[in-house]
């Protein structure tokens, strides 16, 4: 039975790995912050829990020194998005903190355990393609790990160790729901475990889903950056400010 541990299990896309996963005979771990979560995820079959915070470091270590795992889901993450007129540089660190930083402090906790044969799974972002309206901090941060990955993929391929990464579209989930904007080709996140369960059963170096809107993005992500850039000018959401001043001004013409 093969062992696969998920960071962010209490949660959207992690819970649902870990349910298909035990499912689908896995032995999982299950790791994650809110113990109450933990607690009925170590209630079903095939599911074992480890409480930590992953951008804590001395945390991350303590609770992983003694686990060995044959697959690593790196999937803890969090979002915000940038307001331009107040930029929060705080923001910037939490979102980094979670999204880059805790991946590598899981890293270094399994480093002196991870065997040949490992695989060690990163999600990123389909929004690491393109230049999204207040996405500096999400976007850049996933742009991050994708580099990150790719790196890591030639470090430990002396050791046997593999590496994929996961590029997500949207998936519906408790941290999208607090998005305001329209989310095209969303995903249900038993859809997307399925899509990363049989990703992770593959050798591909990358995944990415929901497979058509994820050949649009990479599509646009070939175009020249002038394209790119006015494309993603498009996106761009009206302030309410803005909106405003444009229907007083439409009444003023009328």
């Known amino acids: 039975m093969k062992r696969l541990l998920i960071t962010g299990a209490t949660s ?3 819970e ?6 035990a499912q689908q005979g896995y032995s999982v771990i299950a790791c994650g912050r809110n113990a109450d979560k933990l607690a009925l995820l170590a209630q079903q079959p095939n599911i074992s829990t480890c409480q930590f915070d992953v951008t804590d470091l001395a945390q991350t270590q303590a609770a992983l020194a003694n686990v060995q795992c044959d697959i690593a889901l790196l999937n803890a993450g969090t979002c915000e998005y940038v307001d331009i007129d107040d930029i929060e540089p705080a923001m910037f660190e939490r979102v980094f903190a979670a999204n880059v930083f805790g991946v590598i402090n899981v890293i270094k906790a399994l480093s002196p355990n991870l065997q040949s044969g490992n695989k060690l799974v990163f999600v990123d972002s389909l929004a690491r393609l393109l230049p999204f309206p207040r996405s500096q901090a999400y976007g850049a941060s996933k742009a991050a790990l994708h580099y990150i990955a790719k790196s890591c993929a030639v470090d430990y391929a002396e050791k046997g160790v593999r590496v994929q990464t996961i590029s997500p ?3 519906i989930t408790p941290l999208t729901d607090k998005n305001d904007f329209p989310m095209p080709m969303s995903i249900s996140v038993e859809e ?4 990363i369960m049989a990703g992770i059963k593959t050798n591909k170096a990358s995944i990415y889903f929901p497979t058509r809107f994820s050949m649009i993005l990479r599509g646009l992500h070939a175009l020249p950056e002038f394209i790119q850039h006015r494309l993603s000018l498009r996106m761009r959401q009206p302030k309410r400010s803005d909106t405003n001043q444009r229907n007083n001004n439409n009444k003023s013409v009328k």
Do not use: Y
Not at 192 to 195: H, I, P, V
């Open 12 to 14: 959207g896309i992690g």
């Open 16 to 21: 649902a790995v870990a349910l298909l996963a």
């Open 169 to 171: 579209g949207f998936v």
């Open 192 to 195: 997307a475990a399925r899509d």
